[in-house]
T-cell receptor, first 119, second 115 residues
Framework: AQKITQTQPGMFVQEKEAVTLDCTYDTSDPSYGLFWYKQPSSGEMIFLIYQGSYDQQNATEGRYSLNFQKARKSANLVISASQLGDSAMYFCAMREKGGSGAGSYQLTFGKGTKLSVIP | DAGVIQSPRHEVTEMGQEVTLRCKPISGHDYLFWYRQTMMRGLELLIYFNNNVPIDDSGMPEDRFSAKMPNASFSTLKIQPSEPRDSAVYFC?????????????FGPGTRLLVL
């Protein structure tokens, strides 16, 4: 089974509108972290936002917020007031802590969602 | 602060040639990761280091791939001999253990094309 599922290969959003990018995950580890990265056409991977499995509040970073529903194992990214520069691939990723000490640091990525912002 | 630095940014080589990709992590970070990104397989972890020691290389596709980290500020990923199926974008990332998020910060990537 896939650990990270992003069901939307592509999304369109009108400029200045909000958009939600879906991400569901699968883990039996009680301690994990969820990340969203943005990859514009230039290719770099840009960290956007993080949600820890024990965090009580949904994470927010500027126009980005994470709709974390632990029981449903979903961590959807919400981008408010979309801008043309938001057009990019967006990747959801999970890190499971695994065992004791430093644990496992492997990030597992979803396939990504290509977001296109329409002027 | 300087981010993760990778070189070269682009590499075009012929099948059978040796390719060396280089990475300088963010100063002070103690974890370093090498990823490969292709259309077919997405982003895959190849290997990661902690304090210069390889921890998990189970993602390295085959013996043609090797990675080293001789010191805290430098790592290499070598492919010898290279094959066309190695064409991909190779990312290096680093992180610092013990911080709340332990976020991995990525370099700009090296686009490798093997002809």
């Amino acid at each position: 089974a896939q650990k990270i599922t992003q069901t939307q290969p592509g999304m369109f959003v009108q400029e200045k509108e909000a958009v939600t990018l879906d991400c569901t995950y699968d883990t039996s580890d009680p301690s994990y972290g969820l990340f969203w990265y943005k990859q514009p056409s230039s290719g770099e991977m840009i960290f956007l936002i993080y949600q820890g499995s024990y965090d009580q509040q949904n994470a927010t970073e500027g126009r980005y917020s994470l709709n974390f529903q632990k029981a449903r194992k979903s961590a959807n990214l919400v981008i408010s007031a979309s801008q043309l520069g938001d057009s990019a691939m967006y990747f959801c990723a999970m890190r499971e802590k695994g065992g004791s000490g430093a644990g496992s640091y492997q990030l597992t990525f979803g396939k990504g969602t290509k977001l296109s912002v329409i002027p | 602060d300087a981010g993760v630095i990778q070189s070269p940014r682009h590499e075009v080589t012929e099948m059978g040639q040796e390719v060396t990709l280089r990475c300088k992590p963010i100063s002070g970070h103690d974890y370093l990761f090498w990823y490969r990104q292709t259309m077919m397989r997405g982003l895959e972890l190849l290997i990661y280091f902690n304090n210069n020691v390889p921890i998990d290389d189970s993602g390295m596709p085959e013996d043609r791939f090797s990675a080293k980290m001789p010191n805290a500020s430098f790592s290499t990923l070598k492919i010898q001999p290279s094959e066309p199926r190695d064409s991909a974008v190779y990312f290096c990332a680093s992180s610092l253990w013990g911080t709340t998020q332990e976020t991995q910060y990525f370099g700009p990537g090296t686009r490798l094309l093997v002809l």
